[in-house]
């Protein structure tokens, strides 16, 4: 009994399962698998991908951000709001216009961070890359904060 149900859910869903892919409508929504995201390094030290909209103009926008390990970036803030989600690696975060990478915090893979207007902060990636998604309000700019 137990082989015949695992031969019928199987064949289920491999007959439901691709008619289902199959037929997608394009209209209704777009699929971009992981290969095919545009990644855009920046001789900086990190890579973004923009999923949606245009941080360099007014709206919605939605990015991918690659810090490459051992960057970081300085004190800075933004105009708007930022909603940051980690996807992969360890994002350390640290707050004050005093650049100390030693006091800056962890965020592992699934937290959730929101960058507040104004609010100065600096952060990135240690000893491993790490992945995060960025959705805010364009146009994006970072202010510069440090004071030394």
Excluded at 18 to 38: E, H, N, Q, Y
């Amino acid at each position: 009994m137990f082989k015949f149900r695992v031969t019928v859910a199987v064949a289920a869903f491999v007959t439901f399962g691709s008619v289902m892919a199959a037929d997608l409508d394009p209209a209704a929504i777009k699929i971009t698998p992981p290969d095919k995201i545009p990644w855009v390094e920046s001789p900086s030290g990190s890579a973004t991908a923009i999923l949606a909209g245009d941080p360099a103009k007014p709206g919605i926008y939605v990015e991918l951000t690659k810090w490459h390990a051992g960057h970081m970036s300085r004190p800075h803030f933004h105009q708007f709001d930022r909603y940051i989600y980690v996807i992969s690696g360890t994002w350390w975060v640290g707050t004050g216009t005093k650049y100390d990478p030693n006091s800056t915090v962890p965020m592992q893979p699934g937290s959730y961070v929101t960058h507040f207007a104004k609010g100065i902060h600096y952060d990135g990636a240690k000893d491993a890359d790490c992945v995060i998604e960025i959705v805010g309000m364009g146009p994006a700019a970072s202010t510069p904060a440090e004071v030394k």
